[in-house]
């Protein structure tokens, strides 16, 4: 058990949160009313999730993608004013981490991901502060063989656009939305690059640069960061945790 504001005052110091200049704020976006006994965590702050945390007697949700983004409306109205409605009928607190979670070098994204897909050698390059990672497949492979590679340990196709090299070795990969990094994997000297996302200019981007660019998922590439974090904090504290999956095609 711990209070809710215990709990962020550890993970601010454990992602170093504040180093990052975000889209959104992060840490404890919505406060309820108990203790933190059962953690759920998820993806992002859908009411789908959080009428499926409440159904399971959760006291806090765990998010990658939270609410109050730069840009949007701040008012609680709408779809914003519903699920804000639900979570403080509920006394539930929400809890959000963004960048902090992506650059994470042991919780975040994209570590975990370059785990999940087996990539050896994984660090976060030099460019783009902890959100553009390199590493190296297993073995060599075709761009056709990498993307059913992806395909298996992600459950489901990439779209796979730029050139089809024979042979991929060296790979860099920012999750979500990091297509806007492709230049950047460019200079790297790496054979492809991957992320969640894909821009019209993407594909123009690829071919010019001579990459295999591979679209993953916005939310595929970052299912694992948000788990990860999850049951670092049961260990730490003696919470219960739970991660709901809510499907997302994108």
Same mark, same amino acid.
């Given at each position: 058990?711990?209070?809710?504001?215990?709990?962020?005052?550890?993970?601010?110091? /454990?992602?170093?949160? *504040? *180093?990052?200049?975000?889209?959104?704020?992060?840490?404890?976006?919505?406060?309820?009313?108990?203790? #933190?006994?059962?953690?759920?965590?998820?993806?992002?702050?859908?009411? &789908?999730?959080?009428?499926?945390? #409440?159904?399971?007697?959760?006291?806090?949700? $765990?998010? +990658?993608?939270?609410?109050?983004? !730069?840009?949007?409306?701040?008012?609680?109205?709408?779809? !914003?004013?519903q699920r804000a409605k639900t979570i403080l009928r509920a006394g539930v607190s929400l809890i959000a981490y963004h960048l902090p979670l992506d650059a994470h070098p042991e919780v975040g994204n994209n570590a975990t991901l370059g785990a999940r897909l087996g990539f050896l050698g994984a660090e976060p390059s030099a460019l783009g502060k902890g959100l553009l990672w390199?590493?190296? =497949?297993?073995?060599?492979? *075709?761009?056709?063989? /990498?993307?059913?590679?992806?395909?298996?340990? $992600?459950?489901?196709?990439?779209?796979?656009?730029?050139?089809?090299?024979?042979?991929?070795?060296?790979?860099?990969?920012? %999750?979500?939305?990091?297509?806007?990094?492709?230049?950047?994997? &460019?200079? =790297?000297?790496?054979? &492809? /690059?991957?992320?969640?996302?894909? *821009?019209?200019?993407? %594909?123009?981007?690829?071919?010019?640069?001579?990459?295999?660019?591979?679209?993953?998922? +916005?939310?595929?590439?970052?299912?694992?960061?948000?788990?990860?974090?999850?049951?670092?904090?049961?260990?730490?504290?003696?919470?219960? +945790?739970?991660?709901?999956?809510?499907?997302?095609?994108?």
């Open positions: 058990m711990i209070e809710p504001r215990a709990l962020i005052e550890y993970c601010d110091r /454990f992602l170093d949160a *504040s *180093s990052f200049s975000d889209y959104a704020p992060n840490g404890l976006q919505v406060e309820g009313d108990r203790p #933190i006994r059962r953690l759920v965590s998820g993806v992002t702050a859908s009411a &789908a999730l959080i009428e499926a945390a #409440i159904g399971v007697q959760a006291d806090a949700i $765990l998010v +990658h993608h939270g609410w109050f983004w !730069k840009g949007e409306n701040p008012c609680l109205v709408g779809i !914003k004013g390199v590493g190296r =497949l297993p073995a060599p492979a *075709s761009a056709e063989q /990498f993307a059913q590679q992806v395909a298996h340990r $992600l459950g489901r196709p990439p779209v796979l656009v730029g050139h089809p090299l024979p042979r991929i070795e060296r790979v860099a990969w920012c %999750t979500g939305g990091g297509q806007g990094y492709i230049q950047q994997a &460019a200079e =790297l000297g790496v054979d &492809a /690059f991957l992320s969640g996302e894909l *821009s019209e200019q993407t %594909t123009h981007e690829a071919r010019e640069l001579g990459l295999c660019y591979l679209a993953a998922g +916005h939310h595929a590439t970052e299912r694992y960061g948000v788990q990860a974090l999850g049951n670092h904090l049961a260990a730490a504290f003696g919470v219960r +945790h739970e991660f709901i999956e809510i499907d997302n095609p994108a």
